[in-house]
T-cell receptor, first 113, second 114 residues
Framework: TQLLEQSPQFLSIQEGENLTVYCNSSSVFSSLQWYRQEPGEGPVLLVTVVTGGEVKKLKRLTFQFGDARKDSSLHITAAQPGDTGLYLC?????????????FGTGTRLAVRP | DAGVIQSPRHEVTEMGQEVTLRCKPISGHNSLFWYRQTMMRGLELLIYFNNNVPIDDSGMPEDRFSAKMPNASFSTLKIQPSEPRDSAVYFCASNRRGGMETQYFGPGTRLLVL
């Protein structure tokens, strides 16, 4: 069972367009992370959001954690070819053995020049 | 500082053979994670270690999979015997204290079992 569903699964847009990627769950997470993965490499952390309703900005990327801490969104303004990659959200749940990350299904973004 | 190092980068083997994947975490990191990534199931946590001790192995698919961390600078993930459905990219990641601290991923080992 996939706890974190991302949408859309695939997205191909023209350079300069805006886009939003969604990460949804029926579970509550203590925090949520967004990663970007490029072909042949491992995921690289972009941001961690902890508080319900929190908004973080990283240059042209805006991340929001839902008020109920069940969902998150990533908005990219004026996308560039360098934004191409696989975007993964990952939610953390506290367990007796420590926080455990569950990754989302992923959104594969292609930005055409 | 060198990142997480994984070897081999690519492995092609035949069904039934033993496969050993290796990982060297970033120096000073006390937690190490093994993940598997496939198109169908995405990125899944298999097992993680804290101070060389396995903390959570609930993601290990079955007894054919085993992982060890004999010291702070080396870990192995072994599959014996391997099956075609084990074909995937296996990632190792590390961080200083586990939890939600930033995990640094290696480049992965792409495994193909024929």
């Amino acid at each position: 069972t996939q706890l974190l569903e991302q949408s859309p699964q695939f997205l191909s847009i023209q350079e300069g367009e805006n886009l939003t990627v969604y990460c949804n769950s029926s579970s509550v997470f203590s925090s949520l992370q967004w990663y970007r993965q490029e072909p042949g490499e491992g995921p690289v952390l972009l941001v961690t959001v902890v508080t319900g309703g929190e908004v973080k900005k990283l240059k042209r990327l805006t991340f929001q954690f839902g008020d109920a801490r069940k969902d998150s969104s990533l908005h990219i303004t004026a996308a560039q070819p360098g934004d191409t990659g696989l975007y993964l959200c990952a939610g953390a749940k506290k367990k007796s053995s420590g926080d455990k990350l569950t990754f989302g299904t992923g959104t594969r973004l292609a930005v055409r020049p | 500082d060198a990142g997480v190092i994984q070897s081999p980068r690519h492995e092609v083997t035949e069904m039934g053979q033993e496969v050993t994947l290796r990982c060297k975490p970033i120096s000073g990191h006390n937690s190490l994670f093994w993940y598997r990534q496939t198109m169908m199931r995405g990125l899944e946590l298999l097992i993680y270690f804290n101070n060389n001790v396995p903390i959570d192995d609930s993601g290990m698919p079955e007894d054919r999979f085993s992982a060890k961390m004999p010291n702070a600078s080396f870990s192995t993930l072994k599959i014996q015997p391997s099956e075609p459905r084990d074909s995937a990219v296996y990632f190792c990641a590390s961080n200083r204290r586990g939890g939600m601290e930033t995990q640094y991923f290696g480049p992965g080992t792409r495994l193909l079992v024929l």
